[in-house]
């Protein structure tokens, strides 16, 4: 990657995932994917063994210092902070086997709405090289696909959630029911890095994902729903 600055950042947002393999984004899956139990150790329970998915982040509250932030000793006076808070990130993920193996193939699509400012701290959050929970990246991914600056709109309904690119992305995924009618089926106190609790889901009929050569259709695959609470270095 080329952003080498350290960006101290805090994001607490949602993190909607289907995957072919993985929970993060609708993954070719079957439900329920087995990252988190196994801390990403193994391999995917989808029908090739390798993780195929899409990741959407709202993110409700978030901030990163400037790249300049930090004092200045001869203006002497603390430079600022950037308002991260309603943006949008969507990231598709391809693994060729465990999680927690590495070799990923990622790409990464930023909200148009943010500044360029923004858009370099969180291409640098989600490059890995901010540290914190999304600091591993930088070791897992091998192959890097660039980043785009994108439309994205986040929506929820009574069934579940939706993550949307024009001509990209159509991701959506339904809670999956549980026994008490209105109650989310949950997995919880884990410990699992990106989140203790997730609510189990499925991608909905034709969630998808389409670019960089790939052409992914995840309905009826795994996928999941979690808040999230991250924070670097």
């Known amino acids: ?71 200045n000793p001869i203006k002497r006076e603390t430079k ?5 808070s309603g943006l949008n990130v969507a990231i598709l993920l391809e693994v060729p086997g465990p999680l927690g193996s590495g070799g990923w193939t990622a790409g990464l699509y930023i909200d148009e709405k943010a500044s360029d400012d923004a858009a370099d ?27 785009k600056r994108c439309s994205i709109s986040y929506k929820e309904n009574d069934q579940g959630w939706s993550f949307t690119i024009p001509e990209i992305l159509d991701g959506r995924i339904e809670h999956e029911p549980g026994k008490e009618r209105g109650e989310v089926v949950k997995v919880s106190n884990l410990k699992y890095w990106v989140a203790p609790e997730i609510i189990v889901c499925k991608g909905s009929k034709r969630s998808r994902i389409r670019d960089h050569g790939r052409n992914w259709d995840f309905t009826g695959g795994s996928a999941e729903y979690c808040a999230v609470d991250w924070a670097g270095p």
């Open 80 to 84: 600022g902070i950037m308002d991260l």
């Open 121 to 147: 701290a969180l291409t640098v959050i989600f490059s890995g090289q901010a540290g914190g929970q999304t600091g591993w990246f930088r070791h897992m991914i091998a192959n890097f696909l660039g980043v």
């Open 1 to 71: 990657f080329f952003f080498k600055q350290k960006t101290a950042y805090e994001i607490a947002s949602c993190l909607v995932g289907l995957g072919d393999v993985y929970k993060r984004q609708n993954c070719n899956c079957d439900v329920f994917c087995n990252c988190p139990m196994s801390l990403g150790r193994a391999v995917p329970n989808s029908p090739n063994g390798k993780c195929f998915s899409w990741w959407g982040i709202n993110i409700e509250e978030g901030y990163a210092e400037e790249k300049w932030a930090g004092f």
